[in-house]
């Protein structure tokens, strides 16, 4: 599976983006946003089933954050609120053939959008 993530930019803190990632196909059965910045470990954004009916978000999300998924255009998206620097990092989506937080869960990889949030 081919994963195309775009959408991200540079926003003051308290500004809102939303990250768009487009499969080549819904073979996996979970879409999922990691994230890493620099000098840390990639880390768990979030997750959705292709329906949607199933989403779950790494613990620092705390509601600001939103997964949904478009199966019409092959798509999944993370609506960002609240921004804060801390939140500055380039985010990858990522598909996977279970419903998992782990990074090793994910089998397909897209290319990263860089998300870069000022004070």
């Known amino acids: 599976v081919q994963l195309q993530a775009s959408g991200g930019g540079f926003v003051q803190a308290g500004d809102s983006l939303r990250l768009s990632c487009v499969a080549s196909q819904r073979t996996r059965v979970a879409m999922g946003w990691f994230r890493q910045a620099p000098g840390k470990e990639r880390e768990f954004v979030a997750a959705s089933s292709w329906s949607g009916a199933f989403t779950r978000y790494g613990d620092f999300v705390k509601g600001r954050f939103t997964i949904s998924t478009d199966n019409a255009k092959n798509a999944v998206y993370l609506q960002m609120n609240s921004l804060k620097p801390e939140d500055t990092a380039v985010y990858y989506c990522?598909?996977?053939?279970?419903?998992?937080?782990?990074?090793?869960?994910?089998?397909?990889w897209g290319q990263g959008t860089q998300v870069t949030v000022s004070s």
């Open positions: 990522a598909a996977s053939p279970r419903f998992g937080r782990a990074e090793s869960d994910y089998v397909d």
